[in-house]
């Protein structure tokens, strides 16, 4: 049964995608036209830190829908198999980020499920969405860390495009559909992150 | 058996290798002569001619391997014997790698090496073959991109590595889940050193120094 707040669901979501393809040509035109270094704070251990702190919350958020998934949700085949996997990713992200962090972690957030895993297709739009952001996320931040923790994000940040891929194949959508993929803000992260209302309080 | 050790298999002539890695000398000194350049070029900006040379010549390394790609696919789609699903994952990864193509080649000017010549062997019309090796590459794109992107010295160029970098990610899952294997096998991806990288590209004999025209005699390298 569908009813209106799906409906705007799937606005919010092609909204999120839509938006992620309009920041994809930013890219393009860096790949033809290579500009001067911008005037963002050069790379540093105290913002290594804090984007790490911004990666953990993505990663439990991700870790916190796929547990809820599955034990929620009567997932079969290749649904069931990708929530499976990809939860003991984000598991392993999430316990990587904290060891790096140092006991620095904060605590987990408080997250508010009941819609994104209230069947299947919420599922499996809010899964696509949830992943291209973290991607874009990781993306948008790596000229902001420094060159050795940069090595150690895009072990991870690989993966989420890899699930990005997977999720969108899933959902029945192109697993790659641009060329280049968009370097989003953090701004732009944590407003996409309101607009799927995964967090307690999020509007 | 590491999807990387799939590209292994097409190890067939052991001669082409040795031309592919007497290409590779001529050409890494192509890249630090064309390097030298930049830096003298840029000698009184801001850059140091050191990371402005190490730039180009990781670039015009991740050149040539978007090359082998999209010289690949483009010979599968012009082959037309892939359909369906397959097909569209040519048509559509195809078009990515050309870009990928042409904005490095942008970004490189002058700097660029030349295009190698291609030999697929036939792999390209073999739908079972054809899956196979796309899943290689992808897997080593992605391995290649992320051991390059952290020694990159420019910002802008790292941005574009970066963006590049996650759309191989995504090939990677699209292609693997139509190989039926798990699109995310791990949970952290590993980065590939160049010279391994160059090994396993050169064990494939699929990068020759000009197209072949005459029987199973080693090309001669004549650029």
């Known amino acids: 049964m569908r009813d209106l707040s799906a409906g705007t669901r799937g606005d919010l979501l092609r909204g999120v995608a839509t938006g992620a393809a309009a920041a994809g040509g930013v890219a393009v035109a860096l790949l033809g036209m290579p500009r001067p270094a911008t005037s963002a704070p050069a790379p540093s251990a105290q913002q290594d830190r804090e984007i790490l702190q911004l990666a953990l919350l993505l990663e439990r958020v991700q870790a916190g829908f796929y547990a809820e998934a599955l034990a929620r949700l009567p997932l079969r085949g290749e649904l069931r198999q990708f929530a499976r996997v990809v939860h003991g990713h984000e598991q392993a992200h999430v316990a990587a980020i904290e060891a790096a962090l140092r006991g620095a972690a904060g605590p987990a957030p408080a997250l508010d499920l009941a819609q994104a895993t209230a069947d299947l297709d919420s599922f499996r739009a809010t899964a696509a969405a949830l992943e291209d952001l973290v991607v874009g996320a990781y993306n948008g931040q790596a000229t902001n860390l420094t060159p050795a923790t940069l090595s150690e994000v895009a072990r991870i940040a690989s993966v989420e495009s890899r699930h990005a891929g997977w999720a969108r194949a899933i959902a029945g959508e192109l697993p790659a559909p641009d060329a280049v993929d968009p370097l989003p803000d953090e701004q732009e992260v944590r407003d996409q992150l309101d607009a799927l209302g995964l967090l307690k309080g999020s509007p | ?223």
């Open chain 2, 1 to 223: 058996m590491t999807p990387l050790d799939r590209l292994l298999p097409f190890d067939r002539d052991g001669a082409l290798a040795e031309t592919f890695t007497r290409l590779q000398l001529l050409r890494g000194t192509a890249a630090v002569l064309g390097g030298a350049a930049v830096g003298a070029a840029l000698a009184a900006g801001s850059a140091s001619a050191a990371s402005a040379a190490g730039d180009i010549a990781i670039l015009d390394y991740a050149l040539t391997l978007e090359e082998l790609q999209a010289a690949f696919y483009s010979e599968a789609e012009h082959a037309g014997a892939l359909d369906g699903a397959l097909a569209r994952q040519a048509t559509v990864v195809g078009a990515h790698e050309r870009a990928h193509v042409v904005a490095l080649r942008r970004v490189l000017g002058g700097h660029a090496s030349a295009r190698p010549a291609f030999d697929f062997r036939g792999v390209t019309e073999r739908p079972e073959q054809f899956r196979e090796t796309a899943v290689a590459f992808e897997d080593l794109a992605v391995a290649v991109y992320k051991h390059e992107a952290p020694r990159i010295a420019s910002r802008e160029y790292l941005a574009a590595a970066i963006a590049i970098h996650s759309v191989e990610a995504r090939h990677a899952a699209w292609i693997r889940r139509l190989a039926g294997i798990l699109p995310a096998a791990h949970a952290f991806d590993e980065p590939l050193a160049r010279a391994r990288a160059m090994e396993l590209v050169s064990s494939t004999g699929f990068i020759v120094a000009r197209a072949r025209t005459e029987g199973r005699s080693a090309p001669r390298f004549t650029g």
